[in-house]
């Protein structure tokens, strides 16, 4: 059978792929994975690989892909012949393109079906997993809506500033905008900063704290129009009297409060993408401990669960606010309309999931209620290090 003579069943659409880069800079990356996880059809492909970004071991990675896309193809041997064969000339024409694996980074997510394939580059480090289902497996991608996977870095001195973008999979690069001033000297148009007004008033240190200040604010009015409407952590690379003025005139609500103190003049490009890295690790610490201690007043009130029955349930009612769930979890089973788990021996084609389906009906429930928060972490991350944890709008 060829794939001509099949090509009346359905439309291959055109292969997208995507890397964390990219899936930062869409303009609501939750909505594109939530548009995974309402795809529903008798043959859906999730594979996760881990790889790795060195440029030599290419080959590697092309080849890790061949066994897990050889083993979804053997559990879809029941499954319609043409849907089957759609799905393995997608993979195949992954496999062949060889200017895909020429970039990596340290984990791969495919999701093919028979009308399409979507990969995703991803930072984190994950474990294998081949699941054939009648939906997608979209656990791993979860991660990059938990933790703070990109940031701005604005690299402030008296003499030069410039606005660097930061993620975890591709080099930092510096960022052009417009209006953005030369220095402080530029933005007063002086030719000095020690230069006087015409009054003769701003001179000695305090006209040097008005120029600054002026320069931070022309600093603010241009980067608005790139973070009108993000939340994309802008972190600070200035030393004093900068570091502080800078954040009295500042206006976006997205500014960290730590801070890279270092002369950001000494600072290259990379250097500065180091030290924002370590400080997204820390607000995401910050943040977990945070969840942890509410957790623990939640369940004081009855507001909690790390059953996975009871959040199949919740979820599927829309009574989860916040959960927080194991990327790694793999418990086969099914969870009905009502939300009854029924738990499997194995995983199967007649299975999926149960912390991803539930992860996935508390983040689309929520929406429609008043906006779940899903996280996904390690287990170690969890309280009790369960599979999941779960905090409840109310008491269910």
């Known amino acids: 059978m060829t794939l001509g003579s099949c090509a009346f069943g359905f439309i291959v659409q055109i292969n997208s792929r995507i890397s964390l880069h990219a899936l930062r800079r869409h303009p609501r990356p939750r909505a594109e994975i939530e548009a995974l996880m309402l795809q529903r059809g008798p043959a859906r492909v999730s594979l996760v690989l881990p790889t790795t970004p060195l440029s030599q071991e290419a080959q590697a990675n092309l080849i890790a ?23 393995e000339e997608l993979l195949h024409d992954l496999i062949d393109d060889d200017d895909f694996w020429d970039v990596q980074v340290n ?9 399409g394939l979507r990969s995703f580059r991803l930072p984190n480090h994950l474990k ?6 009648d939906r997608f497996h979209v656990q791993p991608l979860l991660r990059t809506l938990t933790v703070p996977q990109s940031a701005y870095v604005l690299a ?7 606005l660097v973008a930061v993620s975890s999979d591709l080099p930092a690069v510096e960022i052009k905008l417009n209006g953005m001033p030369k220095d402080v000297a ?40 790139l973070l009108v409407g993000r939340e994309t952590p802008l972190i600070l690379a200035a030393s004093e ?21 270092q002369n950001p003049e000494t600072q290259s490009d990379a250097d500065l993408a180091a030290s924002a890295r370590t400080i997204l690790d820390e607000l ?9 201690s509410l957790y623990t007043l939640r369940a004081s009130q009855g507001r909690t669960t790390s059953d996975l029955a009871q959040a199949a349930r919740a979820a599927t009612y829309g009574a989860i606010q916040l959960l927080l769930i194991d990327i790694d ?17 194995g995983p199967s084609a007649e299975s999926y999931g149960i912390v991803d389906e539930i992860a996935s009906r508390a983040l689309v429930m929520g929406a429609k209620v008043m906006g779940a928060k899903v996280m996904g972490v390690r287990k170690a991350d969890i309280p009790a290090e369960t599979s999941l944890a779960a905090i409840m709008r109310y008491q269910f």
Request: aromatic fraction near 4%.
């Open 186 to 225: 530029s933005s007063a148009r002086k030719a000095s900063i020690k230069d006087r007004s015409p009054s003769g008033r701003l001179q000695g240190s305090e006209g040097m704290k008005v120029r600054q200040a002026q320069y931070s604010r022309r600093i603010d009015q241009a980067l608005r129009l």
């Open 107 to 115: 984990s791969l997510a495919v999701y093919v079906s028979p009308e």
């Open 284 to 292: 995401f610490r910050d943040e977990l401990a945070e969840i942890q």
């Open 329 to 345: 979890d793999v418990t086969p089973g099914t969870i009905d309309d009502d939300g009854t788990v029924t738990f499997a021996d």
């Open 241 to 261: 009297p900068m570091q502080s003025i800078y954040r009295e005139v500042q206006s976006y609500p997205h500014l960290a409060q730590a801070a890279i103190l």
């Open 156 to 162: 402030l001195a008296q003499n030069t500033v410039r």
């Open 128 to 133: 294998p997993a081949v699941k054939v289902s």
């Open 65 to 87: 892909l061949k066994n897990p896309s050889d083993e979804a193809i053997e559990q879809l041997a029941s499954h319609d012949k043409c849907e089957v064969l759609a799905i």
